[in-house]
């Protein structure tokens, strides 16, 4: 029982590579990041198996329904807190609603959180990644949103806006000391596909 060092925690992010992701189509438009923003897919899902299947669905349906030229989205995260690369960080996301989503750092949770419980390991790390991204870009807390603050929407679900309402998500971003924040890994393409590989094959077990 001696003083365990705090390593910190490292959020892996699987690349876009290993989930098989498009290609963007192009039309970047370069902003810096000021804001995060939280959203859901709103759509029920339970089983996490089938995670890379929907994101790749999720693409394709914002590339070829939407016109958009990438995922709208920067990060992804599955039902079980996997972390996903969606579009480039250093280009706008997109939106269907009536907000500018320049300067947003994108985060969106798999689920309809009108519906479901946000899990506790998606919670888990939508707090890492809130927490690495405020540091890293020099992010105000008042400017770690909810898509609902920014639009009409219901997005990012009772559940999941509930933890942002009642100051959850702000506590546990402020509990993390400075230096000791989360830091942000890109796996390797093989990291990667060997992820999907268990996220995919995880039923079985
Ligand atoms: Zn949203």
């Given at each position: 029982m001696g003083d365990a060092v705090h390593a910190g925690t490292s959020i892996e992010v699987i690349p876009r590579s290993a989930w098989g992701a498009r290609s963007s189509t192009g039309n970047c438009v370069s902003h810096t990041i000021s804001s995060i923003s939280v959203h859901h897919t709103a759509t029920h899902s339970?089983?996490?198996?089938?995670s890379p299947k929907r994101l790749l669905s999720y693409q394709r349906y914002h590339q070829?329904?939407?016109?958009?030229?990438?995922?709208?989205?920067h990060l992804f995260i599955d039902l079980e807190g996997n972390v996903y690369a969606g579009r480039d960080i250093g280009c706008v996301g997109d939106t269907?609603?009536?907000?500018?989503?320049?300067?947003h750092l994108l985060i969106v949770l798999e689920g309809n959180f009108e519906k479901q419980p946000v899990s506790t390991k998606a919670l888990d790390r939508l707090v890492e990644l809130v927490t690495w991204g405020a540091k890293t870009y020099s992010v105000?807390?008042?400017?770690?949103?909810?898509?609902r603050d920014l639009a009409a929407?219901?997005?990012?679900?009772a559940s999941l806006y509930a933890k942002l309402q009642d100051g959850t998500l702000d506590a546990r971003v402020r509990s993390f000391d400075t230096g000791e924040e989360p830091t942000f890994r890109m796996l390797s393409q093989v990291e990667g596909q060997a992820r999907i590989q268990r996220i995919v094959g995880s039923q079985q077990k």
């Open positions: 339970t089983d996490n198996t089938k070829d329904n939407k016109g958009w030229a990438d995922l709208a989205y269907a609603t009536n907000y500018d989503p320049s300067g105000d807390s008042d400017k770690i949103r909810a898509h929407t219901a997005c990012p679900g």
